[in-house]
């Protein structure tokens, strides 16, 4: 056995490296931004809470509008109505979340593991069976734990396929940006409709981190937490109980 894996309990359980030092770095600063991001960006939606499709605000059918006061005050950033902080705080986030973004990507690509992420025919084939299987909150066990299912995999995918076209439409909404990439606001059709897609996408995302954190406590918080600080993940192998 080799030293990125030990005996946990012999002929039950074994505990093996599973996440290296960068991956469980930059999943604990996306995690950091991402709530920055979320209540700074609810602060910032608070000033103005409808969305529009197209250039100007159309105040009589708007897309999407809410109570006159937004989302409540303590789940912004700034607690207190500030447009001009929560801004700030938005942009400063966003930086280190592309930033940070870019050194992950870069190291799923450098070390090939991006292809981990692409679905198999044999896997598009087994969603119904994969859907069904979490359903029933049963999760796969032995070495089939360290590989991603086709629904992990899709979903993956489509939080990574969304965060450029995040990153655009927040870019659009930013006045300095349109006069150097005036393109931009055309591409989405004007600042309303960039603005509703930024929306869109991170309501897409926060979704996406809900389901994320409650896979992580059905099929066993202490373990998967563990493994994302210190790397080792205990896996339960298969014909024997936990």
């Given at each position: 056995m080799s030293a990125a894996?030990?005996?946990?309990?012999?002929?039950?359980?074994r505990v093996v490296l599973r996440h290296s030092a960068l991956t469980r770095i930059c999943h604990g600063i996306n995690a950091v931004c991402f709530f920055a991001l979320l209540m700074s960006g609810l602060q910032i939606f608070n000033a103005h809470p409808?969305?529009?499709?197209g250039q100007t605000t159309d105040f009589a059918r708007p897309l999407l509008s809410l109570a006159p006061d937004g989302?409540?005050?303590w789940a912004t950033l700034p607690e207190a109505q500030d447009l001009a902080v929560g801004r700030r705080?938005?942009?400063f986030f966003a930086w280190a979340l592309a930033l940070n973004g870019a050194v992950y990507l870069a190291d799923l690509?450098?070390?090939?593991r991006i292809r981990r992420l692409w679905p198999?025919?044999?896997d598009l084939k087994s969603i119904p069976r994969a859907i069904m299987e979490h359903a029933r909150l049963r999760f796969p066990k032995g070495d089939e734990s360290l590989r991603y299912n086709v629904l992990q995999k899709l979903a993956y995918l489509a939080a990574i396929a969304a965060f450029p076209l995040l990153i655009l439409a927040g870019l659009t909404m930013s006045p300095a940006i349109d006069a150097a990439f005036p393109w931009l606001v055309d591409a989405f059709g004007g600042r309303q409709s960039a603005r509703a897609v930024h929306f869109l996408l991170a309501s897409f995302l926060v979704a996406f981190v809900a389901?994320?954190?409650?896979?992580?406590v059905l099929s066993g918080p202490i373990n998967n937490?563990?493994?994302m600080i210190t790397g080792h993940y205990r896996i339960e192998e298969e014909g024997h109980d936990a």
């Amino acid at each position: 056995m080799s030293a990125a894996e030990r005996a946990f309990r012999p002929g039950a359980q074994r505990v093996v490296l599973r996440h290296s030092a960068l991956t469980r770095i930059c999943h604990g600063i996306n995690a950091v931004c991402f709530f920055a991001l979320l209540m700074s960006g609810l602060q910032i939606f608070n000033a103005h809470p409808t969305l529009n499709f197209g250039q100007t605000t159309d105040f009589a059918r708007p897309l999407l509008s809410l109570a006159p006061d937004g989302f409540p005050s303590w789940a912004t950033l700034p607690e207190a109505q500030d447009l001009a902080v929560g801004r700030r705080w938005h942009f400063f986030f966003a930086w280190a979340l592309a930033l940070n973004g870019a050194v992950y990507l870069a190291d799923l690509l450098l070390r090939g593991r991006i292809r981990r992420l692409w679905p198999s025919a044999s896997d598009l084939k087994s969603i119904p069976r994969a859907i069904m299987e979490h359903a029933r909150l049963r999760f796969p066990k032995g070495d089939e734990s360290l590989r991603y299912n086709v629904l992990q995999k899709l979903a993956y995918l489509a939080a990574i396929a969304a965060f450029p076209l995040l990153i655009l439409a927040g870019l659009t909404m930013s006045p300095a940006i349109d006069a150097a990439f005036p393109w931009l606001v055309d591409a989405f059709g004007g600042r309303q409709s960039a603005r509703a897609v930024h929306f869109l996408l991170a309501s897409f995302l926060v979704a996406f981190v809900a389901i994320h954190l409650a896979m992580i406590v059905l099929s066993g918080p202490i373990n998967n937490i563990v493994s994302m600080i210190t790397g080792h993940y205990r896996i339960e192998e298969e014909g024997h109980d936990a």
